[in-house]
Structure formats: C-alpha cells, structure tokens
C-alpha cells in the first residue's frame, strides 16, 4: 500500500489479551442469554433478604390479557410484541418475560438455562483469573490500562467526551494507547463489573450463603443481589452495545484484525 | 407483504437460532454442562465447614405473606383420610438400611427435642420468604434408628401427587446430619398448614426449596439412589433435569 509507511502497524495485543477477548464473547453473551431464562422463572425483583409474589416489586415484567407492560417503580410501559407478551417462531403467544430470541434455550426450560448459565460462569471466572494473572505478570494493566498522570484531569477527560460525541477518534500516535474513556470502561468492566457480577451471583446460592454469610451483609440480602446482579448484567450489556458501535466507527477490519493477530494499523492523522 | 431482506434476515436469524438449539439439545453438550454440578458441589463443601449454618434472621425478618409452592392440596384419599382425623392415624416411617425401622405418630415426633429457626426459604425460580420454622432434626431420627453400615442417602416418599407417581427428594449424610436439617410440623408457630406440607416437611437450610420435600410419609435410608424413580434422586431431578446438588 502506498500509504502504509506514514500508517505503520503496532502490536497491540498480547496473546493472554486475544485469547480472553474471544473467549468472553462467548461466555458473556451465553451468560446473558441463559441469565434471561432464568430471569424469565420469576420476573420480579426486590430489594433486602426476601421477596416473592405477595411482596412489592420495584421491577416486573408481565402481563395482561392482551398487552404485555415492564413496571418499574409506579411508572409502566406498554412492551407488547418484545417484553412479556410475544409471538414465538411458531407465531404462538407467549407471556414470558423475555422473548425466545434472546435467551438460552429458547423454549422455556429453567433448569436448562441453570445448567448453561452455573457451568459458564467456571469458564467466566476461570477465565478472568487466569487473565488477571497473566495481565500483572506481562504488565499489560499497568502499562495500558492504569491512567497516566494528567489523564485522570477532568480538562481531559471533557476534552475526549467532546471528541468522542463530535466521532474524532483518536488516530496517528495518539491511537497507539487507549484514551482515557477507553481506560475507565475496561477498568470498569475487569474491576467493577465482573466481580460485582460474581459476587452477587455466590450471595443468591443457598449454600455459599453458609459458607460465606458477609456475602449477604455487603449486598444487603438475598434479593437486593439478585436485583444489583440484574443491574450489573444490563450494565454489561450496554457495554457491549457501546463497544460494537466503537468497533464500528473506529473501522471494524482493523479492528477485528488487531484483536485476532494483535496487528494493529494506526489510523491516519486528521487533516492528512 | 414482507421485504426480501426481512424475509432472509428472518430466516438467518431462526437459522441460527435453531442451530444454537440444537447445541443445546445435543446430548454431549449436555453431558459437559452437567458436570459442572458436581464441580459446584465439591467446591462449595471445600469452603463450607459441613455444620456451618444458613443464616438466622429475627421476628421482624418474617415475610408478611410466606409463599406455599407446588402442591398445595394432595388429592389422594388417604391423605384426605388423614387431613380429616387431624392426622391421628398418621405414621412416619423411618426404614431402609437401619438397624432399628420406626413407626412414629404426630404426638411422638411432637415430644421429640425440636429445633426452632427463623430461615430463608429460596425457590430455584428466585424468589425468597423468611419462616420460622419448628421440628425435630433428623439426626436424632436418624440416631434412634440407627444407621447400618452401607447407608449414604436418606429419602424421603411424599403423600403429594407429581405426574404419574408421588413426590420424593433426597439428600446425603452431610446434609442429613446438619444441626439445621428437621421435620418441621410448625411454621410461624402454628401447626404446619396443607399448603406447606403438613403435618411435617423436611427443612434442609443450604439447599433450593424443591429439595424440602413437604408431606412426607416415609424416610428411607439407602446406599444408593439407582433404584429411586428415575435414578437421579427426586421428581424434578428425573422429571426435568434439575441439578440433584442444590446448593446453588
């Protein structure tokens, strides 16, 4: 290519980092999808230790005789055809919560969704493990993820809030780094996120309850985790959406590139 | 009239999707994902000192409304027999691989040691109700009938109808001598209600809710669950593929 001298290409993914990447891609979205399920047994959540169909609900999905509606609070939509009240591929309808495109199985199958979804969350937390290990060891949160003096400045952190709103991503040597919005999403994920999302997990299991009863104490009861898990899971949720967006704007050939060979080409300085 | 474009997105999407199902049906898979519950099991009782306790709660903790769930009305006409004479003719039956089988009514079980605590009551579907619960633990049925040498499981035959057979669930010696595991004839200190399993209803504290077998009119004490219903250990377990560890 002609221009590939001023546009050189970086390594800018270690292995340990390519190898979690499209290993969470599967794990989160089988987590998310069977997650649904079985949210789907009970579509009720609660804040503090117990909750069932007699006490107040902050959030329910359900359904009427013809309308399907999310309830959060006093407030209430009308979700039919998505949430509640849906037609399913034989154009049956349904009164589940959600519809059968996004979970795991896709016909109703609690016990089934609990299998997928207790034996995927080893491989998430296996996974996780093994890459913050490998990610102290080869330096690659400190090196790329820790914020640098100045970058934490909220001049800054605007600064690429304008940038990112106006779509000037970074390019030329400023994309050899993660920017800071990018730092603060992936510490966010790896540090906020994920713990939060298995730590919430363990409070809902009867037995690590025994095990470990501050768990129930940090979270506030049973069913006030099995609301924050829910919480953090569409947290991740928009994280994925926001960051398949980016993928695309940022151009989504060097971009899949560089998370599967770890080659990635800088892209070209504006106003060249 | 539908686009082409929808028409093919539409069937990328069921393609797809079907596919995913067909995975998830696929025997191997399902073998895999199945080992997990014994994984979960085996780290669980690594951190769980096997007589750690579930948690406690106070008076002020009881749910308003405690949820009954699944039967709530046995329909055969012995259990109506029993319901009507208050359960004067009632037995519990303790038998299988002990070394002394007992015959128990209402009023012995009652002048037992109980037990009382206020405990959370979670159902595999999510939701949770705190009841006070009184009863006598098994251990000390266990312990006047004696264990023989052999035992590992004790199961327990229910009076309530499921399907083609009654109820039956089944737990190991860990949870079966665990302080808090008891035949509760008591909830929020009345006498236990139908809709809660009366007259007595196994409580075991660390597990999900379907594992609390309700009605129950036979404990039997065994060195394997091959030749329980379905071989997997409880109606659920057999009829649905549950896991049989409920710990989580």
């Not at chain 1, 093994?130 to 800054?156: K, M, T, W, Y």
């Amino acid at each position: 290519m002609a221009d590939a001298g001023d546009r050189p290409l970086v390594y800018r993914h270690r292995l340990a980092t390519r190898l979690w990447h499209w290993l969470n891609a599967l794990i989160v979205i089988v987590m998310l999808m069977s997650g649904l399920m079985i949210f789907n047994a009970h579509p009720r959540l609660y804040w503090g230790q117990y909750g069932a169909n007699a006490d107040r609900a902050w959030l329910q999905i359900g359904a009427s005789p013809t309308r399907g509606m999310l309830r959060i609070g006093d407030r209430s939509w009308d979700t039919t055809g998505v949430l509640g009240r849906w037609k399913d591929r034989e154009g049956n309808v349904q009164t589940r919560a959600f519809p059968w495109w996004a979970t795991i199985p896709s016909r109703y199958s609690l016990s089934a969704a609990r299998r997928w979804h207790l034996a995927f969350a080893w491989l998430l937390v296996a996974g996780g493990l093994a890459f913050l290990v490998a990610s102290l060891f080869n330096r690659h949160i400190r090196r790329d993820l820790l914020p640098r003096r100045g970058e934490l400045a909220p001049g800054n952190i605007w600064h690429e809030i304008a940038d990112h709103a106006r779509l000037r991503l970074p390019a030329g040597e400023a994309a050899r780094r993660y920017n800071i919005l990018q730092k603060l999403s992936y510490l966010g994920v790896i540090f906020g996120l994920l713990p939060l999302l298995v730590l919430t997990g363990l409070t809902m299991s009867p037995g690590m309850n025994a095990a470990w009863p501050w768990l129930l104490d940090l979270f506030g009861g049973r069913q006030s985790a099995r609301s924050i898990h829910f919480l953090c899971a569409a947290a991740m949720l928009l994280f994925i959406l926001v960051h398949l967006v980016m993928v695309v704007l940022a151009g989504p050939f060097n971009e899949v590139r560089s998370m599967v060979t770890g080659w990635f080409r800088l892209p070209r300085e504006r106003g060249r | 009239m539908i686009s082409r474009r929808k028409a093919i997105g539409a069937i990328g999407a069921a393609g797809l999707l079907s596919g995913c199902d067909r995975i998830i049906a696929s025997p191997t898979v399902r073998g895999v994902l199945r080992s997990a519950e014994g994984l979960t099991m085996r780290a669980q009782r690594l951190v769980t000192d096997r007589t750690a306790l579930a948690r406690e709660f106070g008076p002020v903790d009881l749910s308003p409304v405690f949820r009954s769930n699944g039967t709530a009305m046995p329909r055969s006409a012995d259990y109506a027999a029993h319901l009507a004479s208050r359960f004067a003719d009632w037995r519990l039956v303790v038998d299988g691989l002990v070394a002394r089988p007992l015959s128990l009514s209402l009023a012995q079980i009652g002048a037992m040691p109980a037990r009382t605590q206020i405990t959370r009551h979670d159902c595999v579907e999510g939701w949770s109700a705190i009841g006070q619960w009184t009863g006598v633990p098994l251990r000390l049925l266990l312990d006047r009938a004696g264990l023989r040498n052999g035992a590992r499981y004790i199961v327990f035959h229910c009076a309530d109808d499921f399907g083609a057979g009654k109820y039956y669930e089944s737990i190991d010696l860990i949870d079966a001598f665990h302080p808090q595991t008891i035949m509760a004839w008591a909830l929020n200190g009345q006498m236990l209600p139908v809709a809660n399993g009366a007259p007595i209803r196994l409580r075991v504290e660390r597990q999900l809710g379907y594992k609390h077998a309700k009605y129950v009119m036979r404990i039997e004490v065994v060195a394997s669950l091959a030749a329980i219903g379905g071989g997997k250990g409880g109606y659920w377990e057999d009829s649905n593929d549950y896991e049989w560890y409920a710990g989580i």
